[in-house]
């Protein structure tokens, strides 16, 4: 999918550019050429020549479209299994995205161009009839006078040089600063060919001339300056999130390269553009009122030139660069001996690249790499990424039978669905180099001393990696590892509890959903739906507990699957639950439309909501006891449904203990990133709301939780003062459970809670998340940083992630305490 999206990126900055190029063709320039052609003006708006004009653009938009379209398909070619496992497939692609609207514009521009001569010799139609100014000896001397100095470039090639020091010096490091380093070489050498191309002669006035000039150097060079700073920005960027998240690959969002490769395509493309329009601007600005020169007839000096499209050839001008009839930048003077040789020089190289580029994408798709096996060491030969290694460096060697789910992030290499080679980081693993087929049993060499610090190898064929893995036992049996698991170990990424494993996760949640019990109810205009799951193996009657989610658009498996979960673990122990989807959203989407009803929505509609369950669940006589686990909000609604129905417990998970006034504007304002603007605003829409006051001046960045449609319901829940209302439930059994790193509810609301009710109990869990989820990362330093802040996000997001042990444990023993 990713290799689809670059993709789709590359062709929608190529097909763009080539457009507004040769659309371009057909605007006036200063030599006064249409399709590389001497028009006067006086000839211009001939109603032939506006024929051909229209007829040339209908065409290139034709053609535009058709190439799209084309491309486009091809890139989806991606997103076939067959076609994404090869490299070839995307290197095609782009270059039939590249070369396919060449031919079709050139081929254009050259039927379109011999109609126009045909034309103007029909009328014989004459552009030189003064004397033609050569040279201007004033603006010769003074054309570079305001044109920044080179040195100037030196400054972003200086501070990717810093980049590099600063971050993890590692072969990614290098090849990006390489890159970066040649693309700064590329932008100083454009600067230099500007600042040495000859004066351009726009009018007989020398003053006008010279001010032109000085314009044009000064505006193109800024323009090649400021994308070398962007280049230096993006390197930046690249750095930070690509290679800083190495201990961490998995919480990497693919967002953030996405909105990264955009920027690469699209501020170059706008600085570039916005550098030729200004300039366009500036000439037509001095030119307006300037008596302008009759240029040459120089028709018969463009000449066709294939995919290289019109070739300007004039042997009596000795300048290798000169203005190009149509587009951005220059042409190369094919009449001058360097110009020929230029010209010759950028075909062979382009030819060699291609030819190159083409020749190791072939052997990386369709030569292995092979191994070598002695007693002195193992070394693998492949052409792009060959290693040796001895034997001293290996620390111990792990056959593995079957490859499971790990996050591998690329650094240099090559990912397809077929096959990983390269330098890839792992978590905890900087440096991993890789030669794998996917979905196929492998060899794991521990190494020391060096880098990489481990290495994956198998074959295509499970027989011969077997065979290598019998060869290696032979050559190097003291390093074999014979107890090693055939599958990777999951890894303890909690503190008080260990990953589960993925698959089994995973076939855990089918077959409890596979279980469920349709347990809906009539309600609003439809049915709420709600599930219920009986554990297997109890003859008698079950403790029931009522799962109530959090604020928002909560489904009945919750955010990362958090209440599916609770409900698997507490089914295990013997608690039969109950889920439901909220009012509005997913199958209880028909008891009110959340989208043009939502300003009608209240937080009595969601206690009456439970209130209904728990008297459904009150007539079933398979349930022992009646219990609320009420998760966030859910603690502060099951308290109020509590108030009308009684029930035999009530839990809360991560409740507020406070107006939820408070601590909305304590949220915001623990985020130091937050303006002080955007603490201001919050403060008077909450003022508002607190007084039962609607207001329609909401920021736009407040919009998602102070827009009109939801302030009605932010009114209703105002008014509860959690506390207080629990207090009202003093002769019901409560558990209050909170996390000490819970950066949404505080240790403070749990007290509150207590304290409304003395014969509660509170039970504090170190290192557990507003999710009931741990994490290495205090709340305190989430904001300090992309990085600790994307790690710690990962508890919303993570489904694998499991819940906090001692949580789990304190709810099984209260209720099972308490039936």
Request: hydrophobic fraction near 45%; proline fraction near 4%; charge should be neutral.
């Amino acid at each position: 999918m990713i290799l689809f999206i670059i993709t789709l990126i590359v062709i929608l900055q190529i097909i763009p550019i080539l457009y507004y190029t040769y659309n371009s063709a057909i605007s006036k320039n200063n030599h006064s050429l249409y399709l590389a052609v001497v028009i006067p003006d006086e000839h211009k708006n001939h109603p032939e020549v506006q024929a051909i004009f229209q007829a040339y653009r209908q065409k290139i938009r034709k053609i535009t479209l058709f190439c799209l379209i084309i491309s486009v398909l091809s890139c989806c070619l991606l997103l076939v299994p067959v076609f994404s496992d090869y490299i070839l497939t995307f290197v095609m692609i782009i270059f039939i995205a590249t070369y396919l609207p060449l031919r079709l514009y050139n081929q254009a521009v050259y039927h379109y161009r011999r109609k126009l001569l045909d034309l103007k010799a029909q009328n014989s139609w004459q552009a030189a009839t003064e004397q033609i100014l050569f040279a201007d000896l004033t603006t010769s001397r003074l054309k570079n006078q305001r044109t920044p100095k080179s040195w100037l470039f030196a400054i972003p090639a200086l501070l990717s040089l810093g980049i590099y020091l600063t971050f993890d010096k590692n072969i990614g490091m290098l090849i990006l600063l390489i890159t970066n380093l040649l693309m700064h070489l590329l932008f100083w050498l454009a600067h230099y060919n500007i600042s040495h191309m000859p004066a351009k002669i726009y009018t007989d006035n020398s003053q006008t001339n010279l001010v032109l000039n000085q314009e044009y150097r000064r505006n193109w060079t800024f323009n090649y300056l400021i994308l070398s700073f962007i280049q230096t920005g993006l390197m930046f960027l690249l750095s930070f999130l690509h290679l800083r998240f190495v201990h961490d690959p998995s919480s990497l969002m693919t967002g953030y390269f996405i909105t990264i490769l955009l920027l690469m395509a699209i501020l170059p493309i706008i600085v570039i553009f916005y550098a030729n329009s200004r300039q366009q601007k500036k000439e037509k600005e001095f030119l307006r009122n300037q008596h302008s020169l009759i240029h040459l007839e120089e028709d018969s000096y463009y000449q066709e030139h294939g995919i290289w499209g019109l070739q300007y050839n004039n042997p009596n001008n000795s300048s290798t660069l000169v203005n190009k009839p149509f587009g951005i930048g220059q042409a190369v003077n094919l009449g001058s001996q360097k110009g020929r040789a230029y010209f010759a020089f950028s075909k062979w190289l382009l030819a060699l690249i291609l030819i190159f580029s083409i020749g190791l994408v072939c052997f990386e798709d369709y030569l292995a790499p092979a191994i070598q096996v002695t007693e002195q060491g193992i070394t693998i030969y492949q052409s792009l990424y060959p290693i040796q290694v001895s034997a001293e460096n290996i620390e111990s060697i792990e056959y593995h039978e079957e490859f499971t789910k790990q996050h591998f992030y690329k650094n240099v290499g090559s990912a397809t669905n077929r096959y990983l080679r390269g330098t890839f980081s792992a978590k905890g693993d900087p440096d991993v180099r890789l030669y794998l087929f996917r979905n196929q049993p492998y060899i794991l060499f521990h190494l020391k001393d060096m880098a990489p610090a481990k290495l994956y190898y198998n074959d295509q064929n499970p027989a011969e990696t077997i065979a290598l893995y019998d060869k290696i036992k032979q050559k190097l049996p003291d390093k074999v590892n014979s107890s090693a698991v055939t599958k990777l170990p999951a890894t303890a990424e909690n503190g008080s509890a260990s990953r589960e494993s993925t698959e089994i996760h995973q076939q855990r949640r089918q077959s409890f959903t596979a279980a469920e019990i349709d347990y809906s109810i009539p309600a609003g205009k439809g049915s709420l739906h709600a599930v219920l799951n009986i554990p297997d193996d109890r003859p008698d009657k079950a403790p029931l507990v009522l799962l109530i989610g959090g604020s928002g658009p909560a489904t009945k498996e919750g955010l990362a699957n958090l209440y599916l979960d609770l409900a698997i673990h507490l089914n295990d122990a013997g608690i039969a639950c109950i889920r439901y989807d909220k009012r509005g959203i997913a199958r209880s989407a028909s008891v009110v439309d959340a989208k043009t009803e939502e300003k009608n929505m209240v937080i009595e509609d969601f206690v009456a909501d439970v209130i209904a369950l728990l008297q459904k669940a009150r007539t079933d006589n398979r349930f022992s006891g009646i219990y609320i686990a009420g998760h966030s909000e859910g603690a502060l609604v099951g308290t109020l449904a509590a108030q009308t129905v009684a029930i035999d417990g009530l839990v809360c998970l991560a409740g507020a203990g406070r107006n939820i006034a408070e601590i909305t504007l304590e949220q915001i304002k623990a985020n130091p990133n937050n303006p002080q603007k955007l603490v201001d605003d919050s403060q008077r829409i909450l003022n508002s709301l607190k007084a039962g006051q609607e207001t329609e001046d909401v920021p736009q960045i407040l919009q998602a939780l102070f827009r009109p449609s939801v302030q009605p319901y932010m009114i209703s829940w105002i008014k509860y003062d959690p506390a207080a209302e629990l207090a009202k439930l003093n002769d019901t059994p409560i558990l209050i459970l909170q996390g000490d790193n819970d950066s949404q509810v505080q240790i403070i609301d749990a007290d509150n809670l207590h304290q409304a009710v003395a014969d509660s109990k509170i039970v504090i869990l170190p290192e557990m998340t507003h999710m009931l989820k741990n994490s290495d990362i205090r709340k305190e330093d989430a904001f300090k940083n992309n990085l600790a802040a994307l790690t710690y996000s990962r508890v919303y997001q993570d489904e694998n992630l499991p819940i906090n042990a001692s949580l789990l444990r304190e709810i099984i023993s209260f209720i099972l305490s308490e039936k």
